[in-house]
């Protein structure tokens, strides 16, 4: 069951390389209107100009056109939002962009090379791990995320790595279907 | 006449085919309503009375109006009207951005004045309750009586009485309600998160008073409904008075909190029922009084008695109005509920006459028939589950945890009827079918895929499905698991009308007669002789320039109507906390002609999860005093994840004599009965209420240890 805490977006934020002027004069404040904000998201430079209370997920969605990733409880608890900064999976709805900066994120989209989806994607199609599919972007994120830390996970290391995941079609059978699957072992 | 019949010996029906949009969904390609950004696009954003009653006084948009980025500000109540709960819509407003558009919305003064309001069915029910409601906070309806109710009491050896209930959960659609509207002119195009595009079209022609042929309504994916997405609903209509308004189009998703409160919810039931059984173990008599609340005006009907057979009966029921969002069909709807009621009930029965639940249940049921096969599901469910090792009511083994196995069956309807379709066979081979039905998510589009490809003997790539369009012809909502039954026979009359004219286009070609052609494994060719043929594609060149363009529409013989199935759970009880944990699920459910095994076993799996969901988790809880939903989000409204998912077994039973009969929603009835009959078994204490929570299955063995509630 999930019960995740709910991250606090009423921090300070401080424009990145703002470290030098900190040291003199305190943070410096950036905003409230639109300020400039760099990502790397798929390998690819997306110059935005945002808000600095735009999270993540709103900023590549809005107005990167990136819609893989889904906004569906907007407060870290659902998972549909996933996706992996620095190589650790995040909840982009309870993650500001502009605290991202510099970091390489990695959204459902940057997942499959061209036409060639990524053994998690195929192993979601071959057994049917999706219905309506609007969790469906969270959750092969979080599986590809479990698979690069235990490539050789269990079921209950994969049980854990998804428990941050909610699908209300319930595919979650067919999910740990997929994602054993796809780390290569025999299907039970 | 052609012949529509479903083949006998099908290469790709009742396979297992992955869906056809997989690669769209697990990349991010498919685009939802939720990700549709068009030129020029701003975004919509409500106001909803924070009061679960109360008349507004004034509405004042003028601060709205002059913030940064608002393009459009509308009211949607009048000074004077009333409000009826929580979420109730007042205004809106559209902006440049969602954190404007939120901004904006906060600016808007509503002045209300607060009126009492009912926030329970006691509340409602009490003798001092204030009149809320116009014509009364309750609506009794019919008794509904059959035979002489004290005679059966006479022949029964034992009498069950007591109180059963179930509890109001919320769709939780991950993809919420709403939508982008777009005008050109007046005409008005709007990609809406709908489970009936046709449905809707109508809605936002009847809303804004416009022709239906100004509506196009566009639905390529959407996240789920559940039965809660049949109408453009009120934020469509704002949604589109916005557009206009702004000149712009205008993207209204509701959020996660409007979602709960406004779109919808399974009615709570509840009824007081007085049943008799003889010392053999024959049903004699069942008096009911039910009632339940499907919030503010809305009813909460439910079959009860459920399935059993009750020689003599009564039952009244009582709609009891709340001012709580009014409820919407919820997969199956009044089966969930109906089937709990009584089969908590069946238990009961069965111990006060020591017979085993299953051979108890057997003796009770209606005659079998094709749509009543509960008999040969129990006795078959049995022998997989291992029902032989249950052991008596009350787990002996020592220490906290108790574990114990439950039974319930189910029924649903599953008819459908109406769908019309289009189909064009071009000179190059090419083939698209169009329909303007919608993939709700059990993989409608591959349905409709497979039905041509089958009968025109190719792959399945080798056919375009078009679908979730007002543009294609019509198809009904997607609701009471009609749609493959409604569907697929369309796609088939209208596939072999068209096959029939390139039938007439090669036969001379052939030197044969168009009735002695197939088309198999792409090719078209004599019966019995596969050698004298064409391939499709040299076929096809006979075509021309004018495609082979054919309507058509679903067809009597294809489909049918009525399933059952049964369930068995095992699940085990921390009797020191009070924590259920569903160990494993059999899911034994009939289904007609199985179309797509994959998808088909998707939705019962689906089915069953949703239901483990409504019996442990999901709560909708309004405050007591102030009539506000206290969960609405997805933290504190809980739902199963990956670890609470137990082992299920699904076993399909395939009756491709019955025609197409849709399943979407009958696995989901009986699940949380048996998981309930289970936790009876694990600790001999019966709760008669759902959810079940730690704090009522503690309270139940606590009452059973103080002196037993059987």
Known sequence: MKSAGVTSLATAVTAAGAAETEAQTGPRVVGPGDVPVTLMVNGKRVELRIEPRVTLLDAIRNRADLTGNKRVCDRGTCGACTVMVDGRTVYACSTLAIEV????????????????????QQAFCDVDALMCGFCTPGFVVATVAVLEKHPNATREQISRGLDGNVCRCGTFVRIMEAAMKAKGVARG | MAEYSWPEKPTLLGSAVTRLDGPDKVTGRARYTYDINRPGMI??????????????VSIDLSPAEKAPGVRAVIAWKEPGAQVMYQGDPVAAVAADTEERAR??????????EPLPHLASVEQALAADAPAVFPGGNTQTGATDETGDLEAGFAKAAHIVEATYSTHVITHVCLETHGCVCEWDGDKLTAWVSTQGVYPCRIGFADGLKIPQANVRVITQYMGGGFGSKFAPDVQGLICAKLAQQAKAPVKLMLDRKEEHLDTGNRPSAAAHIRAGVTSDGMLTAFDGQSWGTGGAGALSGFPLPYIYNFPIRKRTHKNVFINAGPQRAMRAPGHPQGCFLTEILMDELADRVKMDPVAFRIRNLPPAAPNAMWAEYFTRGAKAFGWDKRHATGDPAPGPIKTGMGVSAHRWGGAGRGSQAHVDIMSDGSVVVKCGTQDIGTGTRTIVAMVAAETLGLPMSAVKPEIGDTMYPFSGGSGGSTTAASVTPAIRVTTVNALDQLFAKVAPTLGAKPEDLVAQGGRIHLKGNAAKGVAWKDACRLIGTEPISVDGKWEDGLSGAGTSGVQFAEASVDIETGIVKVTRILAIQDCGLIVDKLTAESQAYG??????????????????????????????YLLAGMSDVPTIDIMLNNMPERGVIGIGEPPTVSTASAIANAVRNATGATIRSLPLHPHKVLAAIEQQRAGGTN
């Open chain 2, 43 to 56: 975004y919509g954003r409500m106001v909803r009375s924070p009061f679960a009653h109360a008349r507004v």
């Open chain 1, 101 to 120: 900066q510099g970091k390489q994120i990695r959204t459902v989209e940057g997942l499959s090379t061209g036409n060639a989806l990524h053994p998690v």
């Open chain 2, 103 to 112: 901004d904006a919305a906060r600016l808007i003064r509503v002045r209300y």
């Open chain 2, 607 to 636: 089915g069953v999860i949703a239901a483990i969901n409504f019996a442990l988790f999901e709560d909708r809880i309004i405050d007591r005093v102030t009539g506000q939903m206290v969960n609405p989000n997805m933290e504190w």
